[in-house]
């Protein structure tokens, strides 16, 4: 057998390592393809039907928002230094006090952490939009915990109390 040389033996020993990790990979993609069995959609099917109990978060963002109506989403919000920013572990971050108030949802809610701190890089400096760069660190570590994708805000308007006329 004739000898190989250092070069060939390692291109000859990272040919398993690479079919092993395509058929890793293959068996992977098959297994996301593949149907969902019946009782899996039955359990599905069970979930949908059965009724929702809100969370904690739920039930705290619900009595932010009693007396107030929802308005039209917006991309981009105005905000200050001096601006409040409330986080809703597992719910939405909220933004502003007063007559309007923003709620911003994000893509994956249950994410959200009353133990993260939000680090926004802005395209404009006075407004928070959908398209900005946002991760969170952890508040104690400094660690970098993830990266928070916006959907649009939500403004909640306090309803003006119109009294009863009595006559």
């Keep these: 057998m004739p ?16 079919t092993t990790a395509l058929i890793g990979a ?20 069970a979930k949908a039907a059965a009724p929702a109990t ?18 039209k989403p917006v991309s981009c919000i105005r ?16 933004y502003g006090a007063g007559h309007t108030i923003y709620v911003q949802r994000t893509r994956d809610p249950q994410r959200i952490s009353d ?6 890089n802005r395209f404009q400096a ?18 970098f915990t993830g990266a928070v994708f916006f959907e649009d805000f939500v403004p909640y308007t306090r309803v003006k109390d119109t009294g009863s006329a009595e006559g």
């Design 3 to 18: 000898r190989m040389t250092f070069r060939e033996n390692r291109v000859m020993t990272r040919i398993p390592v690479l």
């Design 26 to 45: 293959a068996g992977l993609a098959l297994a996301a393809t593949m149907p969902v069995s019946a009782q899996d959609q039955g359990d599905i099917e």
């Design 54 to 71: 809100p969370s904690k978060g739920e039930k705290r963002l619900a009595k932010l928002l009693e007396g107030r109506v929802a308005g």
């Design 79 to 94: 905000t200050e230094p001096r601006d409040r920013m409330e986080v809703i572990p597992g719910t939405a971050y909220v």
């Design 115 to 120: 133990n993260d701190t939000l680090i926004a």
């Design 126 to 143: 006075t407004q928070l939009c959908r398209v900005d760069v946002l991760t969170t660190i952890d508040r104690f570590n400094g660690f």
